[in-house]
């Protein structure tokens, strides 16, 4: 585990630089002891897959006491051997026609036909390693390699909210609608963020996500 600035109003805790289950939950518990703290002055603490972000307000927060804090949670959290159990989301979805028009362009990647595409898919059970880019959007992973399309050279300038996309290894729901170049497979009508709602986010880092072709 190490710490670094980032600059003047972060820290940056980064373990291990691997996609991988345990490390994820590491970052995810060192998070979860933070915040049960309640350092002053700290204003928000965001895991990904293998670091945590700490932000905090520099007028109000002992540097200090904060790191001391980051290395004392962090021994506890170095030693999760184990995951705890999940909650699990199944996520209908609509897959090809209009709601995924780069169904197709991912088949001609894999080398296979657009149904094999489908069921690897949805074959598989997805793991929440981190929200990012804009509000709820949940990185899933791992995508089977057989068909882990990298992202579109040219970004559209619209995504719609509820599009299912592909990029390499990771697959998402866009919350909202938003410009974006990941490969577009189907759609779902499931509300992935609302503000308005308590969590806003349907999916929080450790969930796990099940695909349902509809």
Do not use: K
């Amino acid at each position: 585990m190490r710490i670094r600035p980032a600059g003047d109003a972060m820290l940056l805790v980064e373990f291990e630089p691997v996609i991988d289950p345990l490390v994820n939950q590491r970052a995810i518990e060192l998070g979860r002891r933070l915040r049960a703290r309640a350092v002053p002055g700290v204003r928000d603490i965001v895991p990904g897959y293998c670091s945590l972000g700490i932000h905090f307000d520099p007028l109000r927060t002992d540097l200090a006491a904060l790191d001391r804090a980051i290395t004392e949670d962090g021994r506890g959290a170095a030693t999760v051997e184990t995951l705890p159990e999940p909650a699990v989301h199944e996520i209908p979805v609509v897959y090809g026609g209009a709601g995924g028009p780069d169904l197709q362009a991912v088949a001609d990647f894999a080398g296979c036909a657009p149904a094999d595409v489908i069921e690897r898919h949805a074959g598989a059970t997805y793991r929440v390693y981190m929200l990012g880019f804009v509000p709820g959007f949940a990185y899933l992973g791992r995508v089977d390699a057989r068909i882990a399309a990298p992202r579109r050279r040219v970004p559209r300038d619209l995504v719609p909210a509820g599009s299912v996309g592909i990029a390499g290894v990771q697959t998402g729901v866009y919350p909202a609608a938003t410009p974006g170049g990941w490969q577009i497979i189907g759609f779902t009508s499931v509300v992935m963020f609302d503000a308005g709602r308590t969590p806003s986010s349907l999916l929080v880092p450790g969930d796990l996500v099940r695909f349902v072709p509809r």
